[in-house]
């Protein structure tokens, strides 16, 4: 088995291509051939060793895998040796073979090729689970996304095409404007040189938001919560402000801590807010939730109302170059690895 291995926290020159023996199927586990994996901003992080959740190093991380089944425990039925799926992986998926439990994989559509496959359980899923389980998003609705051009902004943007009149605004570099238009962001605005809160609040006449989806965290969902109107709600579903330069600084890290707002059961109620929290990482015991999901964004790719924007292919010896793509903000939709 090859897999791209973080030996250290650190820059991305700590990622090393390394061989060790074929992993064998558990209990109730398939083995997947990969063939396309999912880089996310989680894994970066975690190379950086800001990912609680990951694995310490030396390890292989990689939430999301596309490939072919080619071992099968013997009490797993519904799949088979040569069946293309996508899957949904505790970590170890940046690697051309991963076990994972039966209940984690999907059959893929005939007509939806690996990368794309790569590209949809954990951006998609997590802007569906924010839209449409925990937010409820409905017609007419104002929509603030930030990283709106990366793999869960354009995943946010699209699905909010397929509810009518949802009004969406997104934050990006300048340059990055144009995709935002064709994925349907209604005003996307330029974080760089001007304020967004100032922005969004001249854009709704001082009225403000339903719904604002923060990957930034820190000083930011303070911010985000001040944009809320009555009734609104801030989703959390990351914390990219603690990530900065390739590697971690403490001082940017207590900064950041020190910005997070003090909320209280009696100032939610007071002004009609919500704030709820997203970690699609923390979910694995609820399967049944993940495969409706799931399955609902393979019915809507098949309709055509969602396709993943795809950055660039990497190959695992360029895992360093596809880490500081994500590290630096330039990718443009998703970025993804291949054996």
């Known amino acids: 088995m090859r897999a791209v291995w973080i030996t250290k926290a650190g ?34 992080m975690a190379r950086q060793g800001l990912y609680p959740d990951a694995p ?32 949904l992986v505790r970590f170890g998926g940046h690697a051309d073979t991963v076990c994972v439990p039966a209940e984690r994989v999907l059959p893929m559509p005939d007509d939806l090729d ?24 409905r017609p007419e609705a104002r929509v603030l996304v930030h990283m709106a051009a990366g793999g869960v902004g354009t995943a946010v943007l699209q699905l909010c095409r397929t509810v009518p009149g949802v009004v969406t605004f997104g934050t990006a570099s300048a340059a990055k404007h144009a995709v935002l238009r064709e994925e349907g962001c209604t005003h996307p605005i330029d974080y760089r040189t001007e304020d967004y809160v100032a922005r969004v609040r001249e854009l709704t006449g001082g009225e403000g938001l ?9 000083r930011d969902w303070k911010r985000g919560i001040s944009l809320l109107r009555p009734v609104g709600q801030l989703i959390a579903y990351g914390f990219a402000n603690l990530s900065t330069g390739e590697r971690r600084s403490y001082r940017r890290l207590l900064g950041q801590l020190t910005g997070v707002p003090l909320l209280t059961p009696y100032g939610m109620m007071d002004r009609n807010h919500t704030v709820s929290g997203v970690n699609l990482g923390h979910l694995w015991e609820r399967t049944d939730l993940l495969r409706e999901e799931l399955t609902a964004l393979l019915d809507l790719w098949r309709e055509g109302a969602i396709k993943p924007r795809i950055d660039q292919v990497f190959p695992f010896e360029e895992a360093a ?4 793509r994500i590290g630096e903000r330039r990718n443009v939709g998703k970025v993804v690895l291949v054996p």
């Not at 339903?210 to 820190?218: I, K, Y």
């Open 56 to 87: 310490k190093p030396p390890s292989v991380v990689g939430y999301e895998v596309a490939g072919v089944v080619d071992a099968v425990d013997a009490e797993v039925t519904g799949l088979e040796v040569g069946q293309r799926v996508l899957a």
């Open 321 to 324: 170059a596809a880490h500081r």
């Open 114 to 137: 690996f990368i794309e496959g790569a590209a949809i359980p954990v951006n998609y899923l997590t802007a569906y689970h924010m839209l449409f389980r925990v937010a409820n998003l």
């Open 11 to 44: 820059g991305p020159e700590v990622l090393a291509v390394r061989e060790t023996p074929d992993p064998q199927p558990g209990h109730g586990e398939v083995r997947i051939a990969v063939r396309a994996c999912g880089l996310n901003f989680a894994e970066v």
């Open 210 to 218: 339903d719904l604002v989806l923060d990957s930034l965290g820190g």
